[in-house]
């Protein structure tokens, strides 16, 4: 059998080279090499991008219906109208609820949360703080708000100051000693705890109203501070828009959209060439009608008619269908003015394949693919046709606690 062995051996085909495995998403090839990628920390990829992605994110808000009524419809859902309020529970010795208690702290609250005494301003009530403020951490990426003590237009001399991210010096990047560092602003401790805050005393961008030099920095202890962001990577310092992963497909969309209307209207209009005939005079000039003006537009409905030797050829416009372009443009406009959104068949869209309960599905039909990638709205993998299928997680929580533990405890 050893003979045997040996003379198959000699025709057997040679066993393959062992393959190496390798993940398909790290290979670079000739399909991948234009896939960008960086090895960068979270603060330094923002440390330029910060203020054009907040800038832009601020045209957007302003120019395009989708990220305005966006904006509008989460704040309407999250926050609402009346806004979080404070309910207190606290139980006597007895175990039960104490309601005098509650009632008294309660209405103190609500009288601190009433306009003109819980900004420092006088020109916001609590609920417009919340939805300030929620607008700003989703349009700017962030917003801070400072706490003010032994200050305000109230009986607990608590007041709040809503800030915008530009106050916030991202310039200022700083070693200092003791082992604290000022990332962007954010003064942070060797384990990047927030210690402090380097903010402006005026709006860096009131230069060109307020001719000044740009006021210098104030340091406020973190304490005395709340800074809303999201933070997507550890040791990230500072907050993006929650609008970045859109930010350029909204800005082509919105250019498809103007152009597709405009093209719409142009072959809506009918435009037309006149043409001269074999027949026409040589000194014969161009079409007029019965009181001697040039025939260059007709009204819709009328029927003029052309000298001998002239011939209307319409142009061949290829236009799309009206229904398309009249639910475009309803469909991104509708929620910007408060109106619910057209419904659309699901085989037209994809935008929204949940359906959602009669008063709640305009004011969701177009929030939902930037609210759920957001994380403020949670859908279930099959969502039922009631309310309870989708939460709605807020993301002012912090600074609703830190105002019910601070607010009412000071005399």
Known sequence: MGILNRIASYFRQPDSAPQRREFSAARIDRLTANWKFSAQSADSEMRFALPVLRNRSRGLADNNDYVAGYLELLANKVIGQHGIKLQVKSKGGDGLLDREANAAIEQAWNRWARRGSCTIC??????????????????DGEVFIRILRGQGENSCHFALQVLEADFCDYNKNELLTGGNMIRMGVEVDAYDRPVAYHIFERHPG???????PLGRTIRIPAGDMIHLYRQLRPGQTRGIPWTTPVMTRLQHLGAYEEAAIVNARAGASKMGFFTRTLDAAPDQGY?????????????????????AGYDLSPSRRITPPPSSTISLSARSRAPRAGCPA??????????????????????????????????CLSIPSACPSTRSGCRWRSPLGRLASSMAAGGLTRA
């Open 122 to 139: 006088g020109r916001l009530s609590w609920a417009e703080v919340q939805r300030l403020a929620l607008i700003s951490m989703a349009r």
């Open 287 to 307: 079409p007029q009608d019965d009181a001697g003006r040039t025939i260059s537009e007709v009204e819709p409905g009328s029927l003029e008619t052309l000298p």
């Open 206 to 212: 009131d230069w060109n109203i307020a001719t000044l």
């Open 342 to 375: 057209p419904r659309m068949p699901s085989s037209a869209t994809t935008w929204n394949r949940c359906r959602f309960p009669r008063s709640a599905r305009a004011p969701c039909t177009l929030g939902t693919p930037i609210a759920t990638s957001s994380g």
